[in-house]
């Protein structure tokens, strides 16, 4: 089975985050058509991405929201 390519394979909220993920264009688009314009990648949303514990997609946008909410944006 090939890597997921994070740069042009298709991403849904199932797609799940593999050893090979990266913050590229594709997840960037994929991650402001879930969060809004204001999307963003800060160090803690990104270490949190790669903590070792299984997530998908989905997690990430879910995650993102639950912070932005948190922090009262």
């Known amino acids: ?3 997921f390519d994070w740069h042009a394979d298709a991403i849904d909220r199932n797609t799940a985050i593999t050893a ?3 913050n590229t264009q594709n997840v960037r688009r994929f991650l402001t058509a879930h ?3 204001d999307f963003a ?4 949303f990104m270490a949190w ?3 070792g514990r299984a997530k998908t997609m989905g997690d ?3 995650e993102w ?6 922090n009262g944006r």
Do not use: Q, T, V
């Open 35 to 37: 969060c809004g314009k």
């Open 1 to 3: 089975m090939k890597d």
């Open 65 to 70: 929201m639950r912070l932005r909410k948190e």
């Open 20 to 22: 090979s993920y990266r």
């Open 49 to 51: 991405i790669k903590d």
């Open 60 to 62: 990430l946008a879910d």
């Open 41 to 44: 990648f800060d160090r803690p």
